[in-house]
């Protein structure tokens, strides 16, 4: 079981909207803003989209939107596009045991 | 152009030991925090491992004690020193680059990975 809770999988049409949580603890999410979340593509290297719980890297669509409520961080993807397929994981410093821990990944799949 | 270039993986035996390299262009490792992460086999991303610019390191509970993180200055090239090894670590060990000007919780370069099977 990993620390961090998210859905197995998602899904969405292309041009809609969908948004993937990522459920932590007191430990983490809660009351740290040191959330991130990586994309990664089947057979690829895993990429940074969202760091600080709302910044985007230089060179990232401004699609993706990260956000945080409670022990509850979230990514949306507006305006899905078929290469938006990809597994997507969050990620959070925590004060428990080992300091980054990583969400059990969600399966975005563009119908 | 920055880049990382993961090296060393192999087919070990529980109880043996592996060191894995990753050598960095672009860049200079010793001024940059450095991680290390795993992939199990259709599994998710697990950190393993960071060293900090001043030297300094922290561990994953699962490695703590089995597992040395460290870099060569003149290489620029970063190493996991993996001992003790079990079945459970076998994976895509991935190094990456912390985002400069955060702490370490952050990884925006990243190598394509070397794989790691702990098998008899």
């Known amino acids: 079981q990993s620390a961090l809770t998210q859905p197995a999988s998602v899904s969405g049409s292309p041009g809609q909207s969908i948004t993937i949580s990522c459920t932590g603890t007191?430990?983490?999410?809660?009351?740290?803003?040191?959330v991130s979340w990586y994309q990664q593509h089947p057979g690829k290297v895993p990429k940074l989209i969202i760091y600080?719980?709302?910044y985007r890297p230089s060179g990232v669509s401004s699609r993706f939107s990260g956000s945080k409520s409670g022990n509850t961080a979230s990514l949306t993807i507006s305006g899905l596009q078929a290469e938006d397929e990809a597994d997507y994981y969050c990620s959070s410093y925590s004060t428990s045991g080992t300091p980054v821990i990583f969400g059990g990944g969600t399966m975005l799949t563009v119908l | 152009e920055v880049q990382l270039v993961e090296s060393g993986g192999d087919l070990v035996q529980p109880g043996g030991s592996l060191r894995l390299s990753c050598a960095a262009s672009g860049f200079n490792v010793n001024t940059n925090y450095m991680t290390w992460v795993r992939q199990a086999p259709g599994k998710g991303l697990q950190w393993v491992s960071v060293i900090f610019s001043g030297g300094s390191a922290y561990y994953a509970d699962s490695v703590k004690g089995r597992f040395t993180i460290s870099r060569d200055k003149a290489k620029n090239t970063l190493f996991l020193q993996m001992n003790s090894l079990r079945d459970e670590d076998t994976g895509i060990y991935y190094c990456?680059?912390?985002?400069?000007?955060?702490?370490?919780?952050?990884?925006?370069?990243w190598g394509k990975g070397t794989t790691v099977i702990v098998s008899s």
């Open positions: 007191s430990s983490d999410i809660g009351n740290f803003n040191s």
């Open positions: 600080e719980v709302t």
């Open positions: 990456a680059r912390n985002l400069f000007g955060y702490d370490f919780y952050y990884m925006d370069v």
